[in-house]
């Protein structure tokens, strides 16, 4: 999967530290994120969009409410295996 490389911000929901981005799966678009981008915090799920300087902003509910329910469900599954991955991971370290 792609990944584009970002300089260090934080999720603005969980102050985890996110220094890339990277397209859903099944995104075939190789493109880094642009300004009016969606991004989903991978730790907490937090739903945040790109500003013109690509730094992450919180939605406005009135966006919210626009993302559709397809784009919606995509972003639940991406995130379920993300977690499911890092728990994986987690598990293996301990062993
Ligand atoms: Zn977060």
């Not at 603005?12 to 989903?40: N, Q, V």
């Not at 919180?58 to 919210?64: F, R, S, Y």
Request: charged share 35%; net charge positive; proline share 8%.
């Amino acid at each position: 999967m792609a990944h584009f490389p970002m300089s260090m911000r934080k999720c603005l929901g969980c102050g985890e530290e996110m220094d890339y981005a990277a397209p859903l799966p099944g995104d075939d678009d190789p493109r880094g994120p642009r300004p009016g981008d969606l991004s989903l915090c991978m730790y907490c799920g937090l739903l945040m969009a790109f500003d013109e300087e690509l730094e992450v902003r919180l939605m406005t509910p009135q966006e919210a409410a626009r993302v559709p329910r397809k784009e919606r469900v995509r972003m639940a599954r991406a995130l379920r295996d993300f977690q499911r991955a890092q728990r994986r991971a987690k598990r293996r370290a301990l062993h």
